[in-house]
């Protein structure tokens, strides 16, 4: 898995991925700000108490509070980014490394984008669900943050498997694979999920994560698929 990162940061400077990667910045960077602003929105609509001073405070907390949640909700707008470049990532990446496969037979990018906003949804209801349990870990030193990568981690490492995956395996195949290399998946969505809450960084993340994701998927043990023989690739070039 640290292979995987180390192969998708190096080829981050490949001409085939700049004009990807500025098109990736720019819709996350959207992204984020609308995120922050229905944050503050949200934030500030609980200022309604008759004491000023507690609608001040309010307020003023909001904006720390923005901050947090735009950071933590960031990731959730993941799956729409890659749903949109995963197509053209997937292939610079294997073109590189794994000139020995098949084209792809690849996704219809509706498909992507539909899975993205399912993803999406679901991250943003399970962050709602779990909102009181996270302000309570806050009380157990570094708990909130281990539910927080653990939770999105499984929920990023499973989207962006099936993103990849489902490029060259049918639906039944995805998840048989999945839950055969579920461990793998989870730590590989964590890595995702910690990277997209560092500030900058996390503008690339979905083209990183992307990348990554193509290289742990050609290194994950076979499951047993009847009637499919699996061939192992080639290591990465």
Known sequence: MIRAFELAVQQ???????????????????????IAVLAWWGLKSFATFEWRWLNEAIVWL???????????????????????FLEQIADVVEARHYPQ????????????????????????AI????????????????LGAVLFYAING??????????????RLSPAEV???????????????IVIV?????????????????AAMVHVAQTLKPPSLPGRPFNPPAPPR
């Open 12 to 34: 981050l400077g490949d001409p085939k991925l700049r004009g990807i990667i500025w098109w990736s910045l720019l819709l996350s960077l959207a992204l984020q700000v609308g």
């Open 101 to 124: 496969l098949d084209k792809a037979r690849g996704i219809p990018i509706w498909t992507g984008i539909w899975t993205g906003v399912v993803f999406l949804v679901a991250v943003l």
């Open 175 to 189: 998840k048989v694979w999945r839950r055969a290399n579920s461990g793998v998946l989870w730590l590989t969505g």
């Open 127 to 142: 962050n709602l669900v779990m909102l009181p349990f996270y302000v309570l870990a806050l009380f157990i030193a570094g």
């Open 62 to 84: 909001s904006g720390a509070g923005v901050i947090v949640l735009a950071l933590m909700l960031f990731p959730a707008s993941f799956g729409i980014v890659i749903s949109i």
């Open 194 to 210: 910690f990277l997209g809450t560092i500030p900058i960084l996390n503008l690339i993340v979905p083209v990183l994560g992307v």
């Open 154 to 167: 499984w929920l990023a490492g499973r989207v962006y498997y099936e993103q990849v995956a489902l490029r």
